[in-house]
């Protein structure tokens, strides 16, 4: 996603309006990162030093600055998929995947918002979790095949590691920022292959996965 337009000012834009934004986004990834996601455009505005019509004339909507804040790490966690998925272990390609989602989720509270929700109206952030759900199935699909990780895991259990990571760290990031960690860890443990068993409650549906990541981003 690095090399889409939302990373580099139009060409058209004169030099003061192309610094402008940069700035914003700067203050903007960092806001975002404290406050999560909701953090206010106008502290945003006052903080790069513009008008808010200023912001809105380069982002017309919220998404359009969440993508230009966020871009970048989405950039880094897809790496981390693909490196994932060329692992010689399958096992360790899931879990060091989980524990840099994790730890990426812990570092900025926007991407923790950003990475827990779906927005239906923005096509664009759409594409991006469809190919994040297509990375998460491969990785997963390996560690299944090799008898790593339990046949009855889904999608929808390793999504579901992010909305019970971004309670953690919403109760404990200034108590024991550490905390999430241990959680993973139980997480993982449970995750691994024990024979053929299958748990007598089934998973979500994608629909239901779907339609609770929908809600997420309506709280």
């Not at 513009?50 to 993508?67: E, K, M, N, S, W």
Request: with cysteine.
């Amino acid at each position: 996603m690095g090399d889409t337009t939302r990373n580099r000012p139009p060409q058209q834009l004169r030099r003061d309006a192309a610094e402008n934004r940069e700035r914003i986004i700067q203050i903007a990834q960092a806001t975002f990162a404290e406050r999560g996601i909701d953090a206010s455009l106008e502290h945003i505005a006052k903080q790069a030093g513009v008008a808010i019509g200023t912001v809105y004339r380069h982002f017309p909507q919220r998404i359009d600055l969440l993508l230009a804040a966020f871009g970048a790490k989405f950039d880094t966690f897809m790496a981390a998929g693909d490196a994932a998925l060329d692992a010689d272990d399958p096992w360790e390609g899931l879990s060091s995947f989980l524990q840099v989602l994790c730890e990426m989720q812990a570092g900025d509270r926007g991407f923790n918002d950003f990475v827990s929700m779906r927005f239906p109206a923005s096509k664009e952030t759409e594409a991006m979790h469809d190919r994040v759900c297509s990375v998460m199935e491969k990785i997963l699909s390996q560690a299944q095949a090799a008898k790593l990780a339990r046949p009855d895991l889904t999608i929808g259990d390793l999504i579901a590691v992010t909305w019970a990571n971004s309670r953690i760290i919403e109760a404990t990031a200034d108590i024991a920022p550490r905390a999430w960690r241990r959680q993973l860890m139980l997480l993982l443990e449970s995750f691994r292959y024990r024979g053929e068993a299958q748990l007598e409650e089934p998973p979500l549906t994608n629909e239901q996965l779907y339609a609770a990541m929908a809600r997420l981003s309506n709280h």
